[in-house]
């Protein structure tokens, strides 16, 4: 079964404290991988795609990494405005009937103090 | 060029009751995903239309159906309601159907079924 976990589920940082974020996943053919930001009340909002394994992103004071079996997401000396959920998405090569659909996890909820 | 919109912006129902949540996508986009989010979860593909046709499901039941009209606005209706479909419900359009990273969510309706 196509699965995505995250961990750890909330993380509390200082600002400043850099950190990574883990997105595991077992899914039949993997098309991408995806992070997205969700603030409170809000859709998600595109971060990144992971194609495939080595690959890397880098966005201001995150950056995303890609193995065969897992990814994380690298913050940076974070700022309290980093602060909002952290859902990791993929996309299998046939879920639903149709290549365009991902399976979610559940999300890690960053706080950042200052 | 405007963003994806949603609403009603919140709705209460009670079980047993249908409710029609409506979807305007982005200019230009000719695909409209629709997800549920369970508070503390990530969201769940429910499925997607491409050009007026469903295109793709995930693992929900009967009772939730849908409609893309000729502009590429979207609804999604839900029978029989069940306490279980209070949630989130996000849609997200796009102008690629195979390319969740081209998709835009809109902020979605919060359903609240008592």
């Known amino acids: 079964e196509d699965q995505v976990t995250q961990s750890p589920e909330a993380l509390r940082l200082q600002e400043g404290e850099s950190s990574s974020l883990n997105c595991s996943y077992t899914v039949s053919g993997l098309r991408g991988l995806f992070w997205y930001r969700q603030d409170p009340g809000k859709g998600p909002e595109f971060l990144f795609t992971?194609?495939?394994a080595g690959e890397e992103k880098e966005k201001e004071r995150l950056k995303a990494t890609l193995t065969k079996k897992e990814s994380f997401l690298h913050i940076t000396a974070p700022k309290p405005e980093d602060s909002a959920t952290y859902l990791c998405a993929v996309q299998a090569g046939n879920y639903g009937g149709s290549q365009g659909n991902l399976i979610f996890g559940k999300g890690t909820k960053l706080s950042v103090k200052p | 060029e405007t963003g994806v919109t949603q609403s009603p912006t919140h709705l209460i129902k009670t079980r047993g009751q249908q409710v029609t949540l409506r979807c305007s996508s982005q200019?230009?986009?000719?695909?409209v995903s629709w997800y549920q989010q369970a508070l503390g979860q990530g969201p769940q593909f429910i499925f997607q239309?491409?050009?007026?046709?469903?295109?793709g499901r995930g693992n929900f039941p009967p009772r939730f159906s849908g409609l893309q009209f000729p502009n590429y606005s979207s609804e999604l209706n839900v029978n029989a309601l069940e306490l279980d479909d209070s949630a989130l419900y996000l849609c997200?359009?796009?102008?690629?159907?195979?390319?969740?990273?081209?998709?835009?969510f809109g902020p979605g309706t919060r359903l609240t079924v008592l």
């Open positions: 997200a359009s796009s102008p690629d159907r195979g390319r969740p990273d081209t998709q835009y």
């Open positions: 239309y491409y050009r007026e046709e469903e295109n």
């Open positions: 200019s230009g986009h000719n695909t």
């Open positions: 992971l194609y495939s």
